[in-house]
């Protein structure tokens, strides 16, 4: 049973993992797919249906985990479109 | 950083005081003294104002909130800005990278206004 706080929680998790990519491209791409899905299935009522996405989140969640230490252990060069002041890491 | 340059010169003179030992003792007095000392962290408090300006400008930045709307410390994100609530989630996070706090759950349910922000960030210590 996933209730609407624990799907929230699981966008905010999603994103604030998301965040840790150090490649723009990657960083960028995670954050629209992740913004992107959500927003696909704002409107769903079913259990059966929240639930299996729910637990693909879980999954999309534990995949970033991986993707993102990985990405953290090599160096990229900013880009040209990215501020310097960011302070996202 | 202070500490690197403080320990920088402490190291100069010891190099150069291989004859004499006296300029490393003069520059330990020189340390002391207050022209010595710089305010990195001079910035200033946290004020009201201060708190309510970066929010309004965050919120102003943010693209799906409403632009024809004057933002009020009344405003309620959901009613009066257009935000849903996986959007909500996104401004909080802006937030907690803006003023570096961490804003747990269920804290962040209960902020449904710009004042109610407001609020809860000035109550946070650690805010910046």
């Not at chain 1, 624990?6 to 490649?23: G, P, R, T």
């Not at chain 2, 994100?77 to 269920?106: A, K, R, T, W």
Request: glycine share 4%.
């Amino acid at each position: 049973m996933a209730t609407s706080r624990q799907v929230l929680s699981l966008y905010k998790q999603l994103l604030e993992k998301a965040y840790k990519f150090d490649n723009y491209n990657f960083r960028e791409y995670a954050k629209r797919k992740i913004h992107d899905s959500f927003k696909e299935h704002k409107g769903l009522s079913g259990q059966e249906q929240i639930n299996s996405l729910y637990n693909s989140g879980i999954d999309s969640l534990a995949q970033l985990q991986r993707q993102t230490s990985i990405s953290q252990m090599y160096t990229f060069e900013k880009l040209v479109v990215e501020p310097l002041d960011k302070h996202h890491h | 950083m202070f500490r690197t340059s403080l320990l920088r010169n402490l190291r100069a003179p010891l190099i150069s005081s291989s004859v004499t030992r006296k300029p490393l003792v003069q520059n330990v007095v020189a340390l002391s003294q207050p022209l010595f000392v710089r305010n990195y962290s001079g910035f200033p408090p946290l004020t009201r104002e201060l708190a309510k300006e970066r929010i309004l400008e965050l919120l102003e930045g943010y693209d799906k909130v409403d632009a024809s709307k004057e933002i009020t410390e009344e405003s309620s994100y959901v009613q009066d800005l257009g935000l849903d609530s996986l959007d909500v989630v996104e401004v909080v996070m802006e937030l907690e990278h803006e003023f570096n706090i961490q804003i747990p759950d269920n804290e962040a349910d209960s902020l449904k206004t710009v004042g109610q922000t407001i609020d809860y960030v000035l109550s946070q210590e650690d805010s910046v």
